[in-house]
């Protein structure tokens, strides 16, 4: 038995969720106290294992620190004790909402895509095979938690992953760029004559924001489709899906009236706004 108590874990996911100044932490508190402690402890894990590979460390730390999350997935599923209380805290949401261990694993492995040299100019296939490991696998977990589980849920978290992720990408451009990353895929860069692998070179393109407006517009048909899926969802069940879309909605637009232009201080989203997104797409749903 884990020497951690069942409250000492759940204060702790909360205080990580909560720390984070997510939009995660304000959609979640719709739900009743069961689920949204469950959700929390999925966030909790999402974000210990990002911080992982965006941290400074070796390579080689790294790679042990996801190798000994992998272990301690594996261990809950299999009658095993983790040796991470964060792992310890997920116990109970993957027994009571029956979560899959292939969306924990795959988590893992898209934070292991940024090991290395890290992505830069990964291919169309590569960047939606990362976003669904990073993001919608996150979503697959998540529905099931929702509860009036039906298979259009993980359509709807399928895009709706894939949608947060790519406006993700395009509002961290720069951010990105200073720990050696660049998301933005290697055919649009192409299309619009910039064939540079240097990214200092690449952010100075004239046609950088073109490109990222190519990007933009998959978001934007990710966003279309989750939206579509949602009408085959519970209303009620979903209400925390809807608003983190809404709130990432609200995003994209702020980044489509910049143009595209990568920012060197990422757009982000009023305290307020995040509050009034939460009332107006959650409680008054």
């Keep these: 038995m884990s020497h951690y108590t069942p409250e000492t874990l759940a204060r702790m996911v909360t205080e990580k969720t909560k720390a984070s100044g997510s ?14 402690l469950a959700m929390y402890a999925i966030y909790a894990f999402c974000r210990d294992v990002d911080d992982i590979v965006d941290e400074p460390g070796t390579d080689e730390d790294k790679a042990r620190r996801l190798d000994l999350w992998e272990e301690d997935i594996r261990a809950l599923y299999h009658g095993g004790k983790p040796s991470q209380p964060l792992a310890e805290a997920l116990r109970t949401a993957i027994l009571t909402y029956t979560l899959p261990m292939a969306d924990f694993i795959a988590v893992i492995d898209g934070c292991r895509m940024d090991l290395g040299p890290g992505q830069v100019r990964p291919t169309l296939l590569t960047l ?22 039906v298979p259009d849920c ?11 992720q790519l406006t993700n990408i395009l509002r961290d451009v720069v951010v990105d760029a200073k720990i050696g990353r660049l998301y933005l895929p290697d055919e649009l860069l192409c299309r619009h004559g910039i064939v540079s692998v240097e990214i200092d070179e690449i952010l100075a393109h004239p046609n950088l924001p073109a490109a990222c407006a190519e990007l933009a ?32 909605w609200q995003i994209f637009l702020r980044c489509q009236a910049l143009g595209w232009r990568p920012q060197a201080e990422p757009v982000k989203l009023p305290k307020l706004t995040k509050l009034w997104c939460a009332v107006r797409h959650g409680v008054l749903a």
Aim: glycine letters at 4%; hydrophobic letters at 45%; proline letters at 3%.
């Design 128 to 149: 939606d095979s990362y976003c669904d490991r990073v993001a919608s696998a996150v979503g697959r977990l998540s529905v099931r938690v929702f509860g009036d589980f």
């Design 217 to 248: 517009d998959i978001a934007l048909r990710h966003f279309e489709l989750a939206r579509e899926a949602l009408k085959h969802c519970s209303k009620r069940a979903v209400r925390p899906a809807v608003v983190m879309m809404e709130m990432y």
């Design 23 to 36: 939009s995660f932490y304000w959609a979640m508190r719709l739900l009743e106290p069961r689920r949204r």
């Design 154 to 164: 993980l359509e709807l978290a399928n895009h709706q992953g894939r949608a947060l």
